[in-house]
């Protein structure tokens, strides 16, 4: 049966954001380097003493708190923060808990890999007020893995996902589509297992190949195909809502348009604004989702401020796919609500 008016919400889950303090560990901690990566070009950062890096992390903290009283969230990146060895991870880890107790900050993040989590490491990470660790799973199939020489199996993963959950820590799961071996349906059962397993949030990364890297010398030799550009908007835009509707916030996708990454990339699917063509995707797939729910068209529609250049896609984009679903632009309006309003053609308008 057709509705003649309908209200709905954005479809992202509503999530706290935090003011992020990044501190970035270029290859801190790594064994080795992993085929696709160039830590350096991705961050825009070298590798610094460790010392040195705490002091700055803390000065600035506190200079910036003491100006407006804002706490930040503290995050370390870039390396894999808890294969540091344990002197090391409490230089970090005794810094970040005394600006938690002054109030400076009011979260803690960590990213790594899943093999070098366990029992042990979760306990000197909750003794010290971590609040969030970000896992680089990249995939859950272990052919995935295998080709990528990640050195773990997606069992792995998926234990120490459920382990930090256990034990009361924020999980956040990154995923790398477009990696060696992996196509639509190996992404697909990525996404699956992610929303079973119910992370407080997901980064979504489409593989680039990056000068200096094994996959670069894989690519140039014919032994690795990127994804495409399309293929990569397309199936990590149906991710984004996917993630949305399963009630997971998805904080990033694609890699921040570093100056140093972009002399770097030598091929896959770049594109500096990949985050918001997503997105509008994303929502545009939604709408006419919830439009295809009404009587027959041509529809009205009324869209929150916030979210109209969402709603219009990318150069505007989605206004071909809304018109198939009988909405144009002469019937949307924008208003001071934060829900979407669809109406069939003879409703008034509030």
Known sequence: MSLPILYFKHPEPDRYKHRLYPVFLPFAGCTFQCIYCSQEAQTGQQPKP?????????????????????????????????????????????TALELKRLGAVNHVRCSTRPDCMDQGQIRLLKDYGMDMVELGVQ??????????????????????????????????IQLMPGLPGSDAASFSRDLETTAQ?????????????????????????????????????????????????????????????????????KAGPWHPALGAICRGRALGAYVTAMASRLGAGPLKVLVPKKYISDFWGHGKENEKLYQRSGIFRENVTRWNHELFMLADHATQLP
């Open 197 to 265: 397993i119910q992370p407080a949030a997901v980064r979504l990364y489409p593989c680039l190949v990056l000068e200096g890297t094994v996959l670069a010398r894989h690519w140039s030799k014919g032994m690795y195909r990127p994804w495409s550009l399309n293929t990569t908007l397309t199936l990590t835009s149906n991710a984004l809502l996917r993630m949305w509707l399963a009630g997971i916030p998805v904080i990033r996708t694609g890699l921040a348009p570093e100056a140093s990454l972009l002399p770097r990339i």
């Open 50 to 94: 460790l010392e040195q890096m705490v002091q700055r992390l803390n000065t600035n903290i506190l200079l910036e708190f003491r100006k407006n009283r804002k706490p930040f969230s503290l995050g370390f990146f870039g390396g894999t923060f808890t294969a540091l060895s344990r002197p090391n991870q409490k230089l970090f880890l005794e």
């Open 139 to 172: 995939s859950f199939d272990n052919r995935v893995l295998s080709l990528s020489r990640r050195g773990y199996v997606g069992k792995e993963a998926l234990n120490i996902s459920r382990l930090l959950k256990k034990n009361g820590l924020e999980l956040g």
